[in-house]
């Protein structure tokens, strides 16, 4: 997903949120919010990667180890159960 389709459903989210009466529906869209930051900085760090940001960076950044950030963003490898 591009980050320009992923910044049009966050900003739909937020007003799902802002005129929603149904408190399961605003909790709902809560946890699309952060489905969706979450692929969002996945694909941010994917991007600085690229770029040659270096995962010392990064962790210092997240105030953490480089393996630390490592482990939590670098792609997973598929299985032939996936």
Known sequence: ?????????????VEQIESS???????????????????????????????GVRWADIGELYGTSKQSVQQRFRARPTTAAD
């Open 21 to 51: 009466t149904s408190e399961i529906d605003r909790l709902a869209a809560g946890r699309t919010l952060r489905l969706l930051a979450d692929q969002l900085e996945r694909d941010l760090v994917t991007e600085a990667r690229a770029a």
């Open 1 to 13: 997903m591009t980050k320009k389709k992923v910044f049009a459903q966050l900003k739909d989210t």
